[in-house]
Each structure stands twice: as C-alpha cells, then as structure tokens.
C-alpha cells in the first residue's frame, strides 16, 4: 500500500524535534500533530498530545539532546501515553539517544546507562527505535538483545558526504578521529570517492583529556575532512584538523552527524582550521555551521517499516 493511503499513522514531534518531526512528516506526505508541551515551574514537563491516537501506528519523534535528562523524561511520557491511550504501534524516533557513549562499564561501579534507557522504553511499550548513527552499533546490538525493542540505525554521513563532494571536496581524504568511527569515513568515501583512514585516540578515563596521535600519511596538495558522529567539546575534531593540515592538507572541512557543539566548540573547531563546518539537524542546535536534514533518511526508514 502506498503510504499516502494510510490512514492509520500519526506522526507526532515531541518537544525536542519540533522541526525536524514536521519536515519528517512533510516528506512523507502527511501532517504532523505536535504535542502541548510547557514546563512547569520547577522544572517539569508537561505534555498533551493534541490528536487521538487509538488504534494508530504512533511515530514519535524527539532528539535528546540539549538537555538530555528532560529530553529523555518526555520520550518516555509520549511513549507510555501514546501506549495507553490505544495505539497500535509506537515508533520513536531518536535521532540522536543521550547515553549511547556509555555503553560499558568503562571503570567498576559505573551505570550502564544505555542499558537503562532502552529497559526503560521498552517497558513505555516501544515496538521500534529509530536511531541516527548510533555511537556503537556493537553495544546496541549487544544491549538491545536483553530488550523488547527493535533498534534500527540509519546514517546521516552519506548525505554529508554528498554535500561536500558537491562543494569542493570531491575526492578529498576522509579521516575518522579514532578506529572506532571507522565504518563512518568507510561510508563517506564511498561516496566522496578519495582515500580513508584514522587517528589513535587515547581518551584518560578519569580526567576526559584526549591524547591523538598521527599516522604518517602524506596529504599535500590533498583536500581532507574529518568525519565524526559527535562533536560536543569539538576536541576531538580540533585535534584532528590540525593532524591534518600538519601532514600538509590544504583545506580541511569537519562534518558529524550529532552537533552537540558545547560552549565553545564551533570556534575551536574553526580555529583549528576547518573549514566548512558540516553537520546534520539530528540536534536542532543554534549554529553557523551548515545544516545537512536526515529528514529523508528517517521518512525512507519509516516507510520500510510501515
Ligand atoms: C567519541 O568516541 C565520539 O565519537 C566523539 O569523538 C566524541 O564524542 C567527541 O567529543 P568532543 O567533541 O568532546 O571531543
């Protein structure tokens, strides 16, 4: 059936994706019904969807991130409500899930909090969780099997990738920060058609400070972009670009999928070097850098999954 005709699907933008649940929805087709919300005076979230749900497939979607605890509270509210008042279905989209870097238990005695998270929406009745270039695929695999929850993972680097080989960056050297993020700079040299590689990055567990250490690789006359799922404090990336322009790139971009981007970290970014700054809309985050909308790839995903 062709999704246009479906009448039993209700996409509602939570607090946190106001935006990007309404071009969500426009790129399907249909319209979006954004729920009441304001904030109490100490703090809370009060929430009220504004149509009925019974007997729908609910698509919820909301980021959580900034202000992760609150972000996170809410998804659980829609989540529960949307449960309870009858729907047939929930969907949440997540673009962004607050907790996915604390996947392990890095030092003894510490919370799995992505283990919770997930236990908590799978006990708000989720039926499938749609996430944007989840931290670490691995642990979600591995955390999700202990829930009742079908996690997806979609990416945003390919359409990064494409923003940038269509503005000067065709064929440039894509450079992950650490081994870990290697699958995203696999992906966007597929499609910006140069060479890949990544940094050593030693993180101190304790003290958060960052140690990186270069690869010897030869980039003169080359263009280069650090690609990256998150940049928050913009070390990592900073560090980065300056590896880069050091082994002799000529003009370096950075591009992430989740802009957390805080305090400072647009300018040490752009300080380092880089320029431009591309990021995707995951997190409708107040910046200058340029904005890449997963709005199709979260409507093609739904689709699958309708
Ligand atoms: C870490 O493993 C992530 O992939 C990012 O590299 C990290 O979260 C970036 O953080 P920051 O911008 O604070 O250096």
Do not use: W
Not at 223 to 239: E, K, L, P, Q, Y
Not at 259 to 264: C, D, I, T, V
């Amino acid at each position: 059936m062709n999704y246009l005709e479906r009448t039993d699907m209700i996409i509602i933008p939570g607090p946190g994706s106001v935006k990007l649940g309404v071009n969500v929805a426009t790129e399907m087709g249909l319209a979006a019904h954004p729920v009441k919300h304001r904030i109490f005076p100490d703090g809370g979230s009060y929430i009220r969807f504004t149509s009925s749900v019974e007997g729908e497939t609910v698509v919820i979607i909301q980021t959580t991130a900034p202000n992760p605890n609150r972000r996170v509270m809410e998804l659980l509210f829609m989540a529960r409500t949307a449960h309870e008042l009858g729907a047939e279905r929930t969907i949440c989209v997540t673009p962004y899930l607050a907790y996915t870097r604390q996947d392990k238990r890095f030092m003894g005695g510490e919370v799995l909090s992505l283990d919770i998270v997930l236990n908590f929406l799978n006990h708000s009745k989720v039926d499938d969780l749609i996430l944007v270039d989840a931290h670490s695929e691995e642990s979600l695999r591995i955390i999700q099997r202990k829930h009742n929850v079908n996690v997806h993972n979609v990416s945003a680097i390919p359409y990064l990738a494409m923003y940038l080989r269509e503005n000067g960056f065709k064929g440039a050297y894509s450079l992950s920060p650490d081994k870990g993020a290697i699958h995203l700079v696999e992906s966007a040299a597929r499609v910006i058609g140069g060479e890949y590689g990544y940094f050593e990055k030693i993180r101190d567990r304790n003290t958060g400070e960052i140690e990186m250490k270069t690869k010897d690789i030869d980039l003169s006359r080359q263009n280069a972009i650090v690609f990256d799922d998150i940049i928050s404090s913009g070390n990592t990336t900073a560090r980065a670009v300056q590896g880069l322009k050091k082994q002799g790139a000529e003009k370096v971009a950075a591009a992430c999928t989740h802009a957390l981007f805080m305090e400072n970290a647009e300018n040490i970014i752009l300080k380092a070097g880089a320029n431009p700054i591309v990021v995707s809309d995951t997190v409708d985050a107040d910046v200058g850098a340029i904005k890449v909308s997963v709005a199709k790839v979260i409507a093609e995903k739904l689709l699958e999954l309708l």
